[in-house]
């Protein structure tokens, strides 16, 4: 009888050395997916302020074809300086002495071109700036242009069919725009910049 006591008394022991480790490991496991769950969360998060930022870059890049196909003259001006305030000319690497076309800088939040949903649209903003197509040393104060057929059309790069007699010459731009997760008048270097460049061409 005394031997089968101790042998039941070490199994309920064992028992419960058992049930802590069990207890142990699925502690760790719930802490563990906790840790997943939130790197996640946390990646599922940046991913769409990624996403947020490209539209508003390309977002500025669709106003500025419109601003160009509505003016009737496109000369360079002068070198953007300090006006630029977060897309800066050295996030791209081929420009060394840009001058802008009529000096045109232009920076939105999107809920100044979008409705609803003011309050986050406010938080993403977008600046852009135009010049000439560099040449092969960064400069832009020469255009390239192109020969190309019929006499009427406009944006090139749109796919445009020129179907009149004759022919003119296409000139070529460049867009830079650059798409933020912060309000127009804040947003600086330690926000999420996401950064396009458009070549297009067009003929007046």
């Known amino acids: 009888m005394s031997l089968n006591y101790k042998k039941r008394k070490n199994e309920k022991g064992f028992a419960i050395a058992l049930a802590l480790l069990m207890l142990v490991a699925m502690s760790l496991m719930g802490a563990t997916l ?33 601003w160009l196909a509505s003016q009737s003259s496109l000369l360079p001006g002068s070198a953007p300086g300090n006006n630029l305030s977060f897309c800066k000319t050295t996030f791209f690497p081929e420009l060394s002495s840009p001058k802008l076309i009529k000096d045109k800088i232009e920076k939105k939040n999107l809920n100044e071109l979008i409705s609803g949903e003011d309050a986050k649209l406010s938080n993403y903003s977008y600046e852009y700036f135009i010049t000439y197509t560099p040449d092969q040393t960064g400069n832009t104060q020469t255009a390239k242009t192109s ?17 009149d007699s004759g022919t003119s010459i296409a000139t070529f731009y460049n867009i830079y725009s650059c798409g933020c997760n912060a309000n127009k008048s804040s947003c600086n270097s330690d926000n999420v910049i996401t950064v396009l460049q458009s070549t297009i061409t067009l003929t007046q």
């Open 147 to 163: 020969t190309v057929s019929g006499t009427t059309g406009g944006d090139i790069s749109q796919g445009t069919t020129y179907k």
């Open 34 to 66: 906790m840790v997943i769950a939130a790197g996640d969360h946390k990646r599922n998060g940046n991913q769409n302020v990624k996403q947020q930022t490209f539209y508003a870059a390309e977002t500025g890049i669709s106003e500025a074809k419109k």
